[in-house]
């Protein structure tokens, strides 16, 4: 009965009711619990960043949660900006974005570049500073999907070779700045664009094979430097050299397992976090401060806003009308799944140590602004989904 009334009512007209309102108020068909959660990851994050960098010695706190909260607000901004135009006419700009990102890519490694810690990330102009390589990492999802959307479902070997050269380019720039942790972000990125476009067994086997070839000639010709290789491996030491290599895996490690059950209060004095033994705790390693102030039970709520965060990606991808929206909202889940887990995993010693940051949750304006650019991207494949 429901069907036969709900047919009848829904193509008067001659189209689906559902599309006309779609059409002229998407936001009507806004995902609220994914833009609720974004928010609350933000607020996590502002609160988080503040109380890693209270205690600090020589350090401002107020300048970095003044400066988190305005990039969460021009995150906000940008997500909404990115929501409203439709996401179809994103994947037409495909190709300018690609364009605008490896220029970028470039510009880092002219004297525009700002050098800080040994590399060259950032792009400095006046008092603002940017850091192209986490732009990128959403321009490279578009423009995969945009890419292999077109193949539906029937991705040949010239479309895997054109995919790899896509990411090697903004990739290779990306090492040489050097940044390896965002290097293997975007491999992942290709690899979860490729599974999802429906590339065969046989493709995936080719890559591996020259993947291995591809690591075996960088290791032998000296490529990486000797901190990067032992970066990379610490992890697998079971007894690492705590005065150097293994200094950052063990402090951080301490500083988790001493949170217990329910953390030792936001901001406490006498701390790993607090006394500056975990380095960059305010970053790439904020996630020692959340299990040391917050505990088990902190650190286990942001996992499962995590978990759900990716769960409604996932969902959006399931729902999209067209394979474009489907590759773009895998692709947003896959960046996001790939730098919780390295993230996470290198405070507790499971991965190598990367500079890949916690999203939402790490300081920094380029990586926040860009987390919100998609969610913006998938709040838009939402309120489309019916067009």
């Known amino acids: 009965m429901e069907g036969f009334f709900g047919e009848s009512v829904d193509r008067i007209g001659g189209e689906p009711i559902s599309a006309r309102m779609a059409r002229k108020a998407p936001m009507r068909h806004l995902d609220p619990s994914l833009l609720m959660v974004t928010l609350m990851l933000g607020a996590y994050g502002v609160i988080m960043v503040h109380s890693t960098t209270t205690n600090s010695q020589g350090v401002d706190p107020q300048i970095f949660f003044s400066r988190q909260v305005a990039f969460l607000v021009a995150g906000i901004v940008a997500l909404l900006v990115v929501s409203f135009f439709d996401y179809r006419y994103i994947g037409s700009l495909a190709p300018v974005i690609y364009g605008i990102t490896v220029a970028a890519l470039v510009l880092v490694l002219t004297p525009l570049g700002t050098l800080r810690s040994g590399a060259t990330r950032w792009i400095s102009v006046g008092p603002f500073e940017a850091q192209p390589s986490e732009l990128g990492k959403v321009a490279v999802i578009i423009c995969l999907a945009a890419l292999l959307a077109q193949r539906k479902g029937e991705v040949r070997s010239r479309d895997v070779a054109l995919s790899v050269g896509l990411v090697a380019v903004p990739s290779y720039l990306i090492y040489e700045q050097p940044d390896l942790g965002t290097m293997m972000v975007f491999v992942a990125l290709l ?68 949170g217990g059950m329910q953390g030792k209060g936001l901001g406490g004095k006498n701390t790993q976090t607090s006394l500056d033994f975990v380095p960059e705790q305010h970053t790439d390693f904020i996630f020692t401060a959340v299990g040391e102030q917050l505990g088990f039970l902190g650190s286990a709520t942001l996992l499962g806003m995590f978990a759900f965060l990716m769960w409604r990606g996932l969902r959006i991808a399931a729902m999209s009308r067209d394979l474009f929206g489907t590759l773009l909202a895998a692709g947003i889940v896959a960046l996001w799944g790939f730098q919780i887990f390295v993230n996470v995993g290198m405070t507790m010693g499971i991965m190598p140590i990367t500079g890949i940051p916690l999203p939402f949750i790490s300081y920094g304006g380029s990586s926040l602004i860009t987390n919100y650019i998609a969610v913006g991207l998938l709040l838009n494949i939402h309120m489309r989904r019916y067009l």
């Open 191 to 258: 690899g979860a664009a490729l599974l999802c476009a429906g590339t065969k067994i046989r493709h995936f086997v080719t890559l591996g094979v020259l993947g291995l070839v591809g690591i075996i000639i960088v290791l032998q010709a000296g490529l990486l430097q000797d901190y990067q290789i032992q970066r990379l491996t610490s992890f697998l030491d079971p007894n690492p050299d705590v005065q150097s290599v293994g200094y950052n895996l063990t402090q951080s490690k301490i500083a988790i397992g001493s």
